[in-house]
DNA sequence: ATCCTACATTGGACATTGTCTAAGTCACGA
DNA sequence: TCGTGACTTAGACAATGTCCAATGTAGGAT
């Protein structure tokens, strides 16, 4: 994701200082952070950021499909920048880290016509959830 | 679920006004209400029925697990009485309603080994997404 | 049938997460 | 370098959920 300031900039996107720290957060490890966990880690290289800016910045690249909201818990949403690669997510159930995952085949058929009902769908998210190693080990 | 009020007296359960209209509730339609819609309708025929006391209902009947807590969308969780037969769900992305739906095969399955990371997999949800027939309409 | 008491309910304060607005600031094309 | 429209800010507000002390009550004991 390192091109992602100049695809963005391709967009018409202005440059700012906030949204280049936002970006480079989301870019740096590959945990996925909660919008105030990407505030708290913004505003240590850029103390004045208002949490605004980064809810405002997060939801426009959810918008430009850069990164993808998972919300698993009904808590915090978490955004997760590896929206290129089409993979799922392992969630850990005791400590709520999110580890991405590849399937098997295409879950989309794995629903039939007649369990449509009339929807158009176009999307499927795949959840896993279990305890992580280092939880199952402290317990 | 009828007997739902018998399975939870059985498991030590005082038996109150509150619960039991709560629990109607639930049974009633085949929705997935949010704990403030279970709250209005609770309230209908119960109105002095406090919102604390519908969240604490509906967190029991989620821990004895009768009930599945689903939360698609980082908003307000919904509650699916329909917590004894094996399903996925089916959310309209604009209007937030959800439907049960049954897959094919078992999605466990599709995650290999490798995969796993040393998780203790136990769970996996399957949500897809799309449009149902009456926003569809209504566009 | 009545009483006791541990469990349940209530209302309201509080916490967390997210949204909105009006005023000030700044990136970048001309 | 200037002007303008997009961006940022602080803080009020909204939605959802949690907690607590005071009060009420279901159901076993008598």
Redesign the pocket.
């Known amino acids: 994701m390192s091109d992602l300031l100049e695809r963005l900039?391709g967009r018409g996107?202005?440059?700012?200082?906030?949204?280049r720290v936002v970006a480079e957060v989301l870019d740096g490890d590959h945990v996925h952070y909660?919008?105030?966990e990407v505030h708290a880690r913004a505003a240590d290289r850029?103390p004045?950021?208002?949490?605004?800016?980064v809810?405002?910045?997060l939801?426009e690249l959810v918008s430009l499909g850069e990164v993808i909201e998972v919300s698993t818990d009904?808590?915090?949403?978490r955004y997760d920048p590896n929206a290129h690669h089409d993979h799922q997510h392992l969630v850990c159930s005791r400590c709520g880290t999110i580890r991405d995952v590849h399937v098997q085949g295409d879950p989309l058929s794995a629903l039939p016509e007649p369990e449509r009902y009339g929807f158009q769908v176009s999307e499927v998210t795949v959840t896993y959830r279990g305890i992580c190693p280092h939880c199952s080990d402290a317990s």
């Open positions: 900039r996107w202005r440059l700012t200082a906030q949204r909660t919008a105030d850029l004045e950021i208002s949490r605004a800016t809810y405002n910045t939801g009904g808590r915090a949403k």
